[in-house]
C-alpha cells in the first residue's frame, strides 16, 4: 500500500518533469521554427543558438509580481489555473510510448484522454469569469463555445479510429496499425483530427478567444506570473498531446516497419513522428492568419463535423461489408482530395476575384486606347 | 479498507458539492459546485467497478453541460442574479418535491438487499455495447429520439423570437 504510494509518486514526479522539459523544448523550437518561416535568426544571445531562451523566461515568470484584480472573484481566479493544469497532466497518465512504457496502461485509456480533456475548458471559463474583466468574459463565452464545437468532430474521429481494432486502449490501437498506419486507412481523420486538434488547443489560425488584436488575452488576460506560467504550460502540454495521439492513432506510434523491436527505438519512433506533427502545428502558426469567429464557427460546424460523420460512415462500411483495406483508403483520400481543393478555391477566391476585375478592366482600356487611336 | 475510505472521500466530494450548490447566492460558483458534486458520482461509479460510466459522467457532465450552463449564465444579465434573493413562492412546492423524492429513495435504499462492499466487476465495454445496441436499440433510440426533439424545440423557440419564419 505505502510502496504502491511512493512509486506513483516518483512516476507522476517524473512525469511532470519530463513534460515540463518537453514545454522548454517545444517554447524554443517554436521560436526558431517561426523565425525560419519569417528570415530571421530567433533568439541567439541566452546559450548556443539560444537554447537557454526559454530557461531564462521560465525563471523570469516566476519571480513577476503575481498580480490578482481587486474586483476578482478570488476563489475562481486561483482555481482556475489548476482545474486547466491537472486535466492535461492527468491524461498523460495512459499515454504509452513504448509496448509497456505507460504509468498505467487503461483498458479504456482513449476514452480517458477524451473525458479528461474536456474539464480544462471549464477551467479556460472559469479564468474568464473570475478575472472581473469584460475582455476575459467575452474569451471565456469564445472559449465556451470554440471548444465545445470541436469536440466533437474530435470524438468522431477518435470513434473511427477505435472501431478499426475494436480497442480503446492505446497499446492495441498501435499494435493494430503494424501492418499498416491507420493514416493511410484514414487520410481524412488525421487531417480532421490535426485541425480540431489545433483548433482544441487554441493555436493560431484558431486562436479566437485569446486574440491579442480582438480580446487582448481573453481569459488570462489579468494573469501574470506563476499563475499565468501554469496556464502557458498546459497549453504547450496540450499541444504536445495532440501531436504525440497523432503519432500514436494514425502514424503508427512504436510500430513501424523496418525498425528493430526494442524499447528505445520505439520510444524515440514515437518522439521522432511527435516532433514532427508539432513542426506541422508551428508551420500551420507561421503561414495562416486568424479566422474570424463566425468563419470559426461555420468551419466546425459546416465543414469539421459533417467530415468526421463522413469518416465514420466510410469505415462503417468498410467493417460492415469487410471490403479491402485499399477501398477504405481510396475512398477516404478522395474525400481529403475534393475538400483539400474546395477549400482551396474558396480561400484564393478573392484574389482571383480581383485580378480577373482588373484584368477585365485593362482590356476595356486597351480596346478604348487602340479604338482612339484609329 | 481502501475502498471504504475512498467511498467516503468521494461522498463528501458529491455531498459537500450538492450543499454548495443550494447554499451559495452566487449562480457560478453554484454551477462549479455542481460539478464537484457530479465529479464524486464519477468516482463513486469508479469504486463500483463501473469504468465506463465514470468517464461518460466526467464527459457528459463536467465537460459538456456545465459548460453550457456557465455559457448560458454569462450570456444572462448578472445584476438580475446578485440580489442575494434565494426564494420565491414556489418554495412550498420545491419543499414538498424534495421530501417526496427523499422518502422514496430512503425507503428504495432501505427495502433494497445488499450492501456489502464486493469486488465484483460489472460488464465491460464490449457487454454494454452489445446489449444497448441488440436487446435495447429501442429504447436507446426512443431516448436520441427524445434529444432530439428537444433540440429542435429549443431552435424553433430561438428562430421563434427575432420574428423570423
Known amino acids: 500500500m505505502l510502496r504502491d504510494l511512493i512509486v506513483i509518486t516518483i512516476q507522476v514526479f517524473a512525469l511532470v518533469t519530463a513534460l515540463t522539459a518537453v514545454v522548454l523544448s517545444l517554447v524554443w523550437l517554436e521560436r526558431k521554427t517561426l523565425a525560419r518561416l519569417q528570415r530571421r535568426m530567433g533568439p541567439m544571445v541566452v546559450g548556443p543558438h539560444g537554447l537557454l531562451q526559454p530557461v531564462a523566461d521560465a525563471l523570469k515568470l516566476l519571480v513577476k509580481e503575481d498580480i490578482i484584480p481587486a474586483l476578482a472573484d478570488k476563489p475562481l481566479f486561483w482555481l482556475a489555473p489548476l482545474v486547466v493544469f491537472v486535466p492535461s497532466f ?83 490501437i498501435v499494435e493494430g496499425q503494424r501492418a499498416i498506419p491507420y493514416a493511410l486507412l484514414q487520410p481524412l481523420g488525421l487531417v480532421i483530427f490535426l485541425l480540431a486538434g489545433v483548433a482544441e488547443v487554441g493555436r493560431t489560425p484558431f486562436d479566437i478567444y485569446f486574440a491579442e488584436s480582438e480580446v487582448m488575452g481573453g481569459p488570462f488576460i489579468e494573469y501574470s506570473g506563476a499563475h499565468w506560467a501554469v496556464f502557458f504550460l498546459a497549453e504547450y502540454v496540450n499541444t504536445f498531446t495532440i501531436a504525440v495521439l497523432a503519432a500514436l492513432l494514425f502514424l503508427g506510434g512504436w510500430a513501424f516497419p523496418l525498425m528493430p523491436e526494442a524499447t528505445w527505438v520505439g520510444f524515440l ?104 487611336a484609329r | 479498507m481502501t475502498p471504504l475510505v475512498l467511498f467516503y472521500i468521494a461522498g463528501a466530494f458529491a455531498l459537500g458539492g450538492a450543499v454548495g450548490v443550494v447554499g451559495t447566492r452566487n449562480v457560478v460558483h453554484a454551477a462549479l459546485f ?91 465495454v464490449l457487454l454494454l455495447g ?36
Do not use: C
Open chain 1, 269 to 372: 519512433g514515437v518522439l521522432v513522428k511527435a516532433y514532427l506533427v508539432v513542426l506541422v502545428i508551428f508551420w500551420f502558426r507561421g503561414t495562416f492568419p486568424r479566422l474570424r469567429i463566425d468563419q470559426l464557427m461555420s468551419f466546425g460546424w459546416k465543414v469539421l463535423i459533417p467530415l468526421s460523420f463522413v469518416n465514420f460512415g466510410l469505415t462503417a462500411a468498410y467493417l460492415f461489408y469487410g471490403l479491402s483495406r485499399w477501398s477504405l483508403a481510396l475512398a477516404s483520400l478522395f474525400v481529403t482530395a475534393a475538400v483539400a481543393y474546395t477549400i482551396y478555391r474558396r480561400m484564393t477566391w478573392p484574389a482571383r476575384a480581383t485580378a480577373e476585375q482588373r484584368l477585365a478592366k485593362a482590356r476595356a482600356y486597351r480596346r478604348v486606347e487602340t479604338t482612339d
Open chain 1, 90 to 172: 492527468v491524461i498523460w497518465v495512459t499515454i504509452p510510448f513504448a509496448q509497456s512504457f505507460a504509468v498505467r496502461n487503461m483498458e479504456l485509456g482513449l476514452f480517458f484522454i477524451v473525458a479528461f480533456s474536456v474539464l480544462s475548458i471549464v477551467g479556460v471559463v472559469m479564468a474568464g469569469w473570475g478575472s472581473a474583466n469584460k475582455y476575459a468574459v467575452l474569451g471565456g463565452l469564445r472559449s465556451a463555445a470554440q471548444l465545445i464545437s470541436y469536440e466533437i468532430p474530435i470524438i468522431m474521429v477518435v470513434i473511427a479510429v477505435i472501431m478499426l481494432p475494436h480497442s480503446m486502449n492505446l497499446v492495441t
Open chain 2, 130 to 165: 452489445e446489449s444497448l445496441f441488440t436487446q435495447w436499440a429501442i429504447p436507446f433510440e426512443v431516448a436520441s429520439v427524445l434529444l432530439l426533439v428537444a433540440l429542435i424545440g429549443a431552435i424553433v423557440i430561438a428562430r421563434s423570437g427575432e420574428g423570423e419564419p
Open chain 2, 34 to 124: 455542481l460539478l464537484v458534486a457530479l465529479m464524486g458520482v464519477a468516482g463513486i461509479y469508479l469504486l463500483l467497478f463501473a469504468e465506463f460510466l465514470a468517464l461518460v459522467q466526467v464527459l457528459l457532465y463536467g465537460g459538456a453541460i456545465i459548460i453550457v450552463v456557465l455559457f448560458a449564465l454569462m450570456l444572462t444579465r448578472l445584476q438580475e442574479f446578485s440580489s442575494g434573493v434565494m426564494e420565491n413562492k414556489q418554495w412550498p412546492i420545491a419543499a414538498l418535491v424534495s421530501l417526496g423524492a427523499f422518502i422514496l429513495i430512503s425507503v428504495a435504499v432501505a427495502r433494497s438487499q445488499g450492501g456489502a462492499i464486493t469486488d465484483r466487476a460489472g460488464p465491460g
